[in-house]
């Protein structure tokens, strides 16, 4: 008799996004004939850029003819884009080989994937509020979870304290939901810590692209990082990629554990597991760290960060208490007079008709709060922002 | 101290198909004027079908505008394609519902990623010669595995016997390697053997384009089959979609095991470890079902189908045995005069330039057997059964 995974019967009722969508379908089957104005789940709305575009053409074009087709790709990556992205890294002074660099689906799907490297024993340290995949990746494993909550007082960037336990630290700067930021500080103090105890880190830097302040965009920044850390990248928000896919992972050859090199470890997981990434979205992905796609990806992100300015002068006049928004492209607001996330979810949907995300939905520590994102479309934001300064002021 | 997965130990030295690559070109190194006859791994040599280029150039073209931009996808697949896939078995008489067809980034990558779904304390049935994944996916979670070897006396299609203790059951049929093809009264007692046991069939058919024979495509051909099987396919083989990437699996709902709905787990398993499948891709792929571009597709499996006939005829005249070819796209053979099977790659490799996959590397028992691909270029093929005649004869 086969057995299931049962850890999934511990797995809570459903996913945050998807409730999130139920509830407000439900609410548009009653009301028909309004506009949303949607800042709930992080999709982008700009479409991809030229230069991405023109790569895609052309490798489409390239399995249409017999001397130019691709068959199997290298299963960690094509070298072509794994050079790409080490020279990407080593622009910004880090000396990483390509053979450091893996080629991904995207930063979820590699979340999922790389928990194959650990034992069930290890303890996840999740810091709350958190992307909720982080939690049912583990429970699904069947990993004890460590919840470290954060707030206010420590600016929502929580750090290493005396008996604190666990193996696996999930630490995701710029962070979904809140918006901070780790600086290179906070981020040596968990590195320390990782190494001292022989922890790993993986570090979701699916947001580095936001940062404009002097502040860590890769945790290969700070030394030490070799021996404690895996970095999972994602161009979903960096060049509009969420529906396309395509990510990458550092994992480095310094990187062991029990005895086992975990760069190892994932060249012989992904040979096993996978047979690649498609070559088209491989040359898609490389068109993204050309000089032309660069210069038009950071175009894109411009016109987020001008609505995340927008939503910010909305509720700073209304003096609401916010985080987020300057480095990352989240805006985390504290519900007004003590509502709950999911009370305030459905007054912004019954009164404006602009649906974010309840903090609730981040861990137990996110209730009071509630999280924009700034990827909507412009238009939609600004329109948005009168109201709910409107909202705010009554 | 994190604990790495210590199963990672337990595998054998390297994967099979990197062990060839670097043996051959070890041998180009020395020998850098030969020309190779590539038939060992199962890569595809025509390129994509005009149909497929066609909705792929079209889909990008979507990614480039605001109003036709898609960003997060379904995480179980896009609707269009899982409905096209549901009408595809609907032709063929097989009732399902596009709920119960999920799209994956291909088999490989699904074959590792629904292990997730079970307890590591199943034992795993593998019927040999074998795809070396299945081995060690189930190595790497810890699993018990027990080998079904079969050979020449059974025609490679090992059925139920008594005393056989396993949970989760391989079956690959048109088979990789031998190309044996289960019937339907063989695959009904596996059914039979699986739901009296509760046992769970991951039922691998990727080679199903290749059958030209009355014999099953689909295990949901065989009453029985919706309470214990699962149907892992592909599009790499019939529509030399290898380097492009795209699969999809059958999960009924009436699949249950220990309390669990597998098809509600795997629903779970999706919306918290992907974001989806790219849309680029997903546009591709269902234009292999329509009737341009399923005509299209058969007329590249005529192709590699001739190259099987004139391997075949090539084997036939040097009075050779083998298997398969006929409804797979896989000729097994039986080294001659007793040799082994790196011995015999060896020999073809120096002496005639043909490459082929030593049967060793399925398993134990396909030691003294040979695997030809017939997915190589049509002229090469030619050649190499000119060639192989000759050596054979000698």
Not at 175 to 192: C, E, F, H, K, M
Not at 274 to 286: D, E, K, P, V
Not at 349 to 376: H, K, N
């Amino acid at each position: 008799m086969l057995t299931p995974n049962l850890s999934y019967a511990n797995l809570k009722e459903s996913y945050l996004f998807y409730h999130i969508a139920q509830r407000t379908k439900a609410w548009l089957a009653e009301h028909p004939d309004k506009h949303l104005y949607r800042m709930g789940i992080g999709d982008v709305s700009l479409p991809l850029v030229p230069a991405v575009i023109a790569a895609l053409h052309e490798a489409v074009d390239d399995q249409s003819e017999k001397n130019r087709f691709h068959g199997y790709m290298p299963e960690c990556g094509a070298p072509f884009l794994r050079e790409t992205i080490s020279e990407y890294y080593q622009k910004r002074g880090i000396s990483l080989s390509p053979d450091e660099v893996f080629v991904s689906s995207g930063a979820s799907d590699e979340l999922g994937d790389i928990l194959d490297l650990f034992d069930r024993s290890n303890r996840a340290l999740i810091m709350e509020p958190a992307y909720p995949a982080y939690v049912d990746a583990n429970i699904m494993a069947g990993r004890e979870i460590v919840h470290l909550p954060s707030g206010p007082d420590n600016h929502f960037l929580p750090l290493p304290k005396e008996g604190l336990d666990a193996d696996l630290i999930y630490l995701c700067s710029p962070n979904n939901p809140t918006g901070a930021v780790y600086n290179r500080d906070q981020l040596s103090q968990w590195i320390a810590w990782a190494n001292a105890r022989g922890a790993v880190i993986l570090f979701d830097a699916a947001y580095e692209a936001f940062i404009e302040e002097d502040l860590p965009r890769s945790i290969f920044e700070i030394p030490g990082a070799r021996t404690c850390a895996i970095e999972i990248c994602s161009l979903s928000k960096t060049a509009g990629f969420t529906g396309t896919r395509l990510g990458y992972t550092v994992i480095p050859k310094d990187l062991e554990r029990g005895g086992l090199n975990l760069n190892a470890m994932w060249i012989r997981n992904r040979t096993t597991k996978t047979n690649g990434i498609s070559y088209i979205l491989q040359r898609g992905g490389a068109a993204v760290f050309t000089e032309e796609g660069r210069k038009q990806v950071l175009g894109n992100i411009r016109i987020y960060k001008e609505n995340a300015r927008v939503l910010m002068a909305a509720l700073d006049e209304a003096g609401a208490h916010y985080w987020g928004g300057k480095n990352a492209p989240y805006i985390w607001m504290q519900c007004p007079n003590g509502m709950g996330s999911w009370e305030f979810f459905d007054k912004l949907l019954g009164e404006i008709q602009v649906v974010g995300t309840p903090g609730e939905g981040f861990g137990a520590c996110g209730e009071g709060f509630f999280r924009f994102s700034t990827f909507g479309d412009p238009a939609d934001t600004r329109e948005a922002a009168k109201r709910l300064l409107n909202l705010l002021r009554k």
